[in-house]
């Protein structure tokens, strides 16, 4: 149990345009999911967290009217890139968890390009 | 302020040998251990966890961590690694508040890059 589901994998997108990703627990209802970006060699950066049916909490730093979160139910969140420039090329992660448990689990993570 | 710290970037070590990736970390409250393995283009699997009791942690793949409070260390160690076992590694702390209730946020290492050599 506990799968976490990301769609799409793989995106290659023109600069200018929005993305949308999105992250769906597929065996479990998620109170709280997170979405990370990690860079090339580098550990994960938390951007945001998300709970079901409230705004966002975005960590320092990460431009909320750029990354869009929304959290429209107990299994499904979406992170939706905003006029998206190369700068925003990355490895995009969600991860899910259940209420009062520590544990997170993650997707497998979506591979943005940004031409 | 509450860190992890991975103390080596890369390990290199040879088909069958033990292994033993380290992890420190500061914080001022109780906190929830994991560890974590990411194989290329992918995302996070758990290998293990420690959220009370035994200081001994058993995980998949035949891993295992053990929790030092005093030292405030959770080092992963395998006995015997494979070829499989190339990835990279990540060690995370999730931090309670005084009610033994979370923040919310899981606190990564650096990461550290086990490469098994035949």
């Known amino acids: 149990g506990a799968v976490v589901s990301q769609h799409p994998s793989r995106v290659i997108c023109k600069s200018g345009t929005s993305v949308k990703i999105e992250c769906r627990s597929l065996?479990?209802?998620?109170?709280?999911m997170f979405w990370y970006r990690q860079f090339p060699k580098k550990s994960l950066m938390l951007m945001a967290t998300s709970n079901e049916g409230s705004k966002a909490t975005y960590e320092q730093g990460v431009e909320k009217d750029k990354f869009l979160i929304n959290h429209a139910s107990l299994t499904l969140s979406t992170l939706t890139v905003t006029s998206a420039h190369p700068e925003d090329s990355s490895f995009y992660i969600c991860?899910?968890?259940?209420?009062?448990?520590?544990?997170?689990?993650f997707g497998p993570g979506t591979r943005l390009t940004v031409t | 302020a509450q860190s992890v710290t991975q103390l080596d970037s890369q390990v290199p070590v040879f088909e069958e040998a033990p292994v033993e990736l380290r992890c420190n970390y500061s914080?001022?409250?109780?906190?929830?251990l994991f560890w974590y393995v990411q194989y290329p283009n992918q995302g996070l699997q758990l290998l293990l966890k420690?959220?009370?009791?035994?200081?001994l942690v058993k995980g998949i793949n035949g891993f295992e961590a053990e929790f030092n409070k005093s030292q405030t260390s959770f080092h992963l160690r395998k006995p015997s690694v494979h070829i499989s076992d190339t990835a990279e590694y990540f060690c995370?702390?999730?931090?309670?508040?005084?009610?033994?209730?979370?923040?919310?946020?899981?606190?990564f290492g650096q990461g550290t890059i086990l490469t098994v050599h035949p």
């Open positions: 065996d479990f209802q998620a109170t709280t």
């Open positions: 420690y959220l009370s009791g035994s200081t």
């Open positions: 914080s001022s409250v109780s906190v929830y």
């Open positions: 995370a702390v999730y931090h309670l508040n005084a009610g033994g209730t979370s923040y919310g946020k899981l606190t």
């Open positions: 991860s899910a968890s259940r209420e009062g448990r520590g544990e997170q689990y």
